[in-house]
C-alpha cells in the first residue's frame, strides 16, 4: 500500500527492511452502516489480500457482514479469529496469543493483513490486544479510526455528547464502580452492557437519571432499537446496547 494511505495515521512499531514483511492494518468498520465507514478503511480493505475478521461461537462476523456493504470482498483471503467471550485473562491472553500467531503467517509470508473492528480500533477494541503482540514480535501495525457507536448514537438521537467546558465519562457497562461513575459530572456514556443491562438500569433509577437517559440498541444495523425510555427497553437486548446519560 503506498505511504500516501498512511500520512495521517501513526505508524507502530519496527520493520526489518532487509525482509519484505506485511503490515497489519487494525480496520475500524464504524458501529453498523456501511455509510459510516471512512474512505481511508475502504480504500485499505481494497488494498490487502487477506482480512481477519473476529467472530464468536463460530458463526457470522458482525464486522465482515458490515464490510461486505461497501467493499467487494470476493477476492480477498478471509481469516476467521475465533474469540472465546470469557473475561477469564488466562483465557484471553493465550486467545489473542493465537490469534497473533494466524496473523503473523501471512505477514512473513509478506502479505498485508486487515485486521476488523467494530466501531473505533482504539475504544474497547480486540485490535489493541492483537497489536500489541504483532508490534512486539517485530512487525509494523497501522491503526486506522472510525466511528464511534456512541457518536452515531447521539447523531440519531439528535444530541450532543458534550458541550463547551462539559466532561463526557466513557464506561464498560460491566465495570465494577458504575455507581460511582454515574456519580460524576458531565454527560456519561455506557458501552456493551451485556448481562449486566438490569443492574445498570435499576442504578439509573435510583439516581434518578431515567429522564436523562437514553439507549441504543445495535445502532446502524438492521434490528437497531432506540428508547428514549430505558424504562421501555428489556433485561436482555444483548452486546451492542449504547446508553447515553446527558450532563
Known amino acids: 500500500m503506498s505511504r500516501d494511505l498512511n500520512n495521517a495515521t501513526s505508524t507502530e512499531g ?24 471512512t474512505m481511508k478503511a475502504v480504500k485499505c480493505l481494497e488494498h490487502v489480500s ?12 458482525m464486522a465482515l457482514d458490515i464490510v461486505k456493504g461497501c467493499v467487494d470482498v470476493s ?8 474469540f472465546a467471550m470469557k473475561k477469564d485473562e488466562d483465557i484471553l491472553n493465550t486467545t489473542h496469543d493465537e490469534q497473533a ?25 480486540t485490535f489493541c490486544y492483537i497489536r500489541d503482540i504483532v508490534r512486539r514480535d517485530g512487525f509494523e501495525t497501522i491503526t486506522i479510526p472510525g466511528v464511534t457507536s456512541f457518536s452515531a448514537c447521539a ?4 444530541q450532543s455528547l ?33 448481562s449486566s443491562l438490569p443492574e445498570v438500569k435499576k442504578l439509573i433509577a435510583e439516581k434518578g437519571l ?33 446508553i447515553l446519560v446527558e450532563g
Do not use: W
Not at 50 to 61: C, D, K, L
Not at 155 to 158: D, P, R, T, V, Y
Not at 213 to 242: A, H, P, W
Open 75 to 82: 477476492d480477498k483471503e478471509i481469516c476467521f479469529l475465533d
Open 162 to 194: 458534550t458541550t463547551m467546558g462539559e466532561v463526557m465519562t466513557v464506561i464498560p457497562g460491566s465495570f465494577d464502580n458504575v455507581s460511582e461513575e454515574l456519580d460524576r459530572t458531565g454527560s456519561k456514556v455506557l458501552m456493551k452492557s451485556g
Open 210 to 242: 431515567v429522564e436523562k437517559t437514553s439507549m441504543v440498541v445495535n445502532c446502524g444495523l438492521e434490528n437497531e432499537r432506540v428508547y428514549k425510555d430505558i424504562t421501555q427497553s428489556g433485561d436482555d437486548e444483548g452486546y451492542f446496547v449504547t
Open 155 to 158: 447523531a440519531l438521537l439528535g
Open 14 to 37: 519496527l520493520r526489518d527492511n532487509s525482509i519484505k514483511r506485511g503490515i497489519l492494518y487494525g480496520v475500524s468498520t464504524g458501529p453498523g452502516d456501511p455509510e459510516l465507514m
Open 101 to 125: 500467531r494466524q496473523i503473523e503467517q501471512y505477514l512473513l509470508a509478506g502479505r498485508d493483513v486487515a485486521m476488523l473492528n467494530i466501531g473505533d480500533a482504539s475504544m474497547f477494541g
Open 50 to 61: 487477506v482480512i481477519a475478521a473476529p467472530r464468536t461461537r463460530g458463526v457470522n462476523s
